[in-house]
T-cell receptor, first 110, second 116 residues
Framework: NAGVTQTPKFRVLKTGQSMTLLCAQD?????MYWYRQDPGMGLRLIHY???????AKGEVPDGYNVSRLKKQNFLLGLESAAPSQTSVYFC?????????FGPGTRLLVL | QQQVKQSPQSLIVQKGGISIINCAYE??????FPWYQQFPGKGPALLIA?????SEKKEGRFTISFNKSAKQFSLHIMDSQPGDSATYFC???????????????FGQGTTLQVKP
């Protein structure tokens, strides 16, 4: 069991560039989430999914899009990266209630 | 607004001492309160969780105390060890059983350093 895996581990973008962060889970979990972690602010929910083909907005969804075409994968997209999106991004999944987190993707937007 | 407030921001404790981290929440609809532990460069990992119908839950050296009327809960780490040095997050969510979608509201985090 790999649990929750994230690709890539680290990325540097220039302002205005786009990219997709990939999350995969092998626990057959229905729920998946994308959080961002910033110093002094804890983790904040960007988007989440309660099942294949569904997505919903979290606390801080602006500037991000997501897709859940397969149950095991949850993609986070940045269409036009901004310096304010410099952060560590965590994907998580759960059967219910208690998310298991991946190792994170560190993103730097210059 | 910050729905879950955590304090202190950082904490230094001697080995063998008790580490105490406090959290307060505003939304009375919250009914599940987990704590996560995060080591540098890693994702948060579930440590212990409690529901508001229980005033205390203990797992090994880790204890959650819950005060529903005050809307506060705290994590106590007994006999703190250098290996406990990490960032700790409290969190809150809503929903019972399968209705809990796991959408967590996190506190700001506490960086704990346990000195040998």
């Amino acid at each position: 069991n790999a649990g929750v895996t994230q690709t890539p581990k680290f990325r540097v973008l220039k302002t205005g560039q786009s990219m997709t962060l990939l999350c995969a889970q092998d626990m057959n979990h229905e729920y998946m989430y994308w959080y961002r972690q910033d110093p002094g602010m804890g983790l904040r929910l960007i988007h989440y999914s309660v099942g294949e083909g569904t997505t919903a907005k979290g606390e801080v969804p602006d500037g991000y899009n997501v897709s859940r075409l397969k149950k095991q994968n949850f993609l986070l997209g940045l269409e036009s990266a901004a310096p304010s999106q410099t952060s560590v991004y965590f994907c998580a999944s759960s059967y219910w209630g208690l998310p298991y987190f991946g190792p994170g993707t560190r993103l730097l937007v210059l | 607004q910050q729905q879950v407030k955590q304090s202190p921001q950082s904490l230094i404790v001697q080995k063998g001492g008790i580490s105490i981290i406090n959290c307060a929440y505003e939304n009375t609809a919250f009914d599940y309160f987990p704590w996560y532990q995060q080591f540098p460069g890693k994702g948060p990992a579930l440590l212990i969780a409690i529901r508001p119908d229980v005033s205390e839950k203990k797992e090994g050296r880790f204890t959650i105390s819950f005060n529903k009327s005050a809307k506060q809960f705290s994590l106590h780490i007994m006999d703190s060890q250098p290996g406990d040095s990490a960032t700790y997050f409290c969190a809150a969510s809503m929903g019972e059983g399968s209705s809990n979608t796991g959408k967590l509201i996190f506190g700001q985090g506490t960086t704990l350093q346990v000195k040998p």
